[in-house]
């Protein structure tokens, strides 16, 4: 199995940071991992995933009028979030060696967005705050199709739309959390997907 990216694909993942702050990028990591990732999501679902809240420490709370999916954060110990754990770290140091970012530690969640479920426009980092510099969203529904609706929206600072991304089976979105707004619409199956955040020392888990 492998468990780094290549130089040149961290080369592409630099520059497109550098120049635009996102990039969306297809079939990075072999199949039989999207698979088994995707598998652990199904066979969990009722068990260990629990409704999403929002907000931060003691502000946290449930509102479901802003999101609607279930996740369970990843550990290392369980081999299969261990893969993907793996291919973050190697992310991590190469985006650092490139950039000097400084990305610190990775904190990341399966989510579970159920018919009828979405997460309205927010953005992932208050500014300033050096929380989460850097978010990824990787994505795996492999029947994905267009009326199943539940695309991932990224906007500009201004709220202009930039791309409208379907979630599709091994696709992995990284932009500058700080950045871009953006929003799950509403999907009409079930739609599975790990978002996760870069951090900087000394900062807090949680949004
Ligand atoms: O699943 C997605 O497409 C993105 C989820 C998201 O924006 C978040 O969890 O902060
Ligand atoms: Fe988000």
Redesign the pocket.
């Known amino acids: 199995m492998v468990c780094e990216f290549s130089e040149s694909v961290l080369d592409g993942i630099a520059d497109a940071i550098v120049d635009r702050g996102y990039i969306c990028i297809d079939n990075l990591f072999e199949p039989e991992v999207v698979a088994r990732l995707r598998d652990k999501v199904f066979a969990e679902a009722d068990a260990t995933f629990k409704p999403?809240s929002i907000g931060r420490g003691q502000e946290q709370h449930r509102n479901t009028d802003i999101?609607r999916?279930s996740?369970r954060w990843l550990e290392p110990h369980c081999a299969v979030d261990n893969s993907y754990l793996l291919l973050m770290e190697s992310l991590k140091n190469g985006l650092n060696r490139r950039l000097f970012m400084g990305l610190f530690d990775y904190e990341s969640?399966y989510?579970l967005?159920r018919p009828g479920a979405f997460?309205k426009k927010?953005v992932?980092a208050l500014k300033g705050s050096q929380n989460r510099i850097l978010?990824t969203?990787f994505?795996m529904n492999p029947e994905w199709q267009p009326d199943h609706g539940?695309v991932?929206k990224l906007y500009e600072e201004d709220d202009s739309l930039i791309e409208e991304?379907a979630?599709l089976m091994g696709r992995l979105?990284i932009f500058l959390s700080e950045r871009f707004p953006?929003?799950?619409m509403p999907t009409n199956v079930d739609?599975a997907?790990i978002?996760g955040w870069f951090r900087v020392a000394g900062s807090q888990h949680g949004?």
């Open positions: 999403a999101r999916d996740i969640h989510a967005y997460y927010h992932d978010t969203v994505f539940g991932l991304l979630p979105v953006h929003e799950v739609r997907s978002a949004f």
